[in-house]
T-cell receptor
Framework: NAGVTQTPKFQVLKTGQSMTLQCAQD?????MSWYRQDPGMGLRLIHY???????DQGEVPNGYNVSRSTTEDFPLRLLSAAPSQTSVYFC?????????????FGEGSRLTVL | EDQVTQSPEALRLQEGESSSLNCSYT??????LFWYRQDPGKGPEFLFT???AGEEKEKERLKATLTKKESFLHITAPKPEDSATYLC????????????FGKGTRLSVIA
């Protein structure tokens, strides 16, 4: 199993550009989520999904869209990038519900918005 | 508002020098308290889940404990390979409630 795979690992964008961060998992996990991690701050939840076709907002959803058409994939779309979205983004999944707290994280996507 | 506070922000230990990391939490009913390890440039890696006060979990040189207001991660006789950032997260009792993460403690173990 590859686990949780994120692409790209690094990306530089200009303000106003759009892009999609890809996340795929091969563990048949129902729950998938996106976090951002900024210096001096804890991981903050952007969006999450409890199964295919179901998504919901987390703590910091503004400026981001998600969809969940399959169990395996959970892409994160930046609609019009802003410097405030410069961050490291992590995708995470877990079997069943989040109640076990055992999240499997990808290696991260480092985004810089100029 | 649910909140998790970790201390210290950074800790530097000599190899073999035992210590503890603290995680204080304020959640409206605790479902679970979780510890993760994060190496530089990597995603967090799950370590432990604690569900009730008095519970303890161990893995190699790490032992996590839980009280009604805080959790401790005890590191016994640490080695340089234990150097990492340790993250604590708490979850409230409502079903499917997202985890609230602390900012982490950056541990450096010097040989």
């Amino acid at each position: 199993n590859a686990g949780v795979t994120q692409t790209p690992k690094f990306q530089v964008l200009k303000t106003g550009q759009s892009m999609t961060l890809q996340c795929a998992q091969d563990m048949n996990h129902e729950y998938m989520s996106w976090y951002r991690q900024d210096p001096g701050m804890g991981l903050r939840l952007i969006h999450y999904s409890v199964g295919a076709g179901i998504t919901d907002q987390g703590e910091v959803p503004n400026g981001y869209n998600v969809s969940r058409s399959t169990t395996e994939d959970f892409p994160l779309r930046l609609l019009s990038a802003a410097p405030s979205q410069t961050s490291v983004y992590f995708c995470a999944s877990t079997p069943g519900t989040i109640d076990t707290g055992e999240l499997f994280f990808g290696e991260g996507s480092r985004l810089t918005v100029l | 508002e649910d909140q998790v506070t970790q201390s210290p922000e950074a800790l530097r230990l000599q190899e073999g020098e035992s210590s503890s990391l603290n995680c204080s939490y304020t959640v409206s009913g605790l479902r679970g308290l979780f510890w993760y390890r994060q190496d530089p440039g990597k995603g967090p890696e799950f370590l432990f889940t604690l569900y009730s006060a008095g519970e303890e979990k161990e893995k190699e040189r790490l032992k996590a404990t839980l009280t009604k207001k805080e959790s401790f991660l005890h590191i016994t006789a640490p080695k340089p390979e234990d150097s990492a950032t340790y993250l604590c997260a708490a979850q409230g009792v409502a079903g499917n409630t997202p985890l609230v993460f602390g900012k982490g403690t950056r541990l450096s173990v010097i040989a």
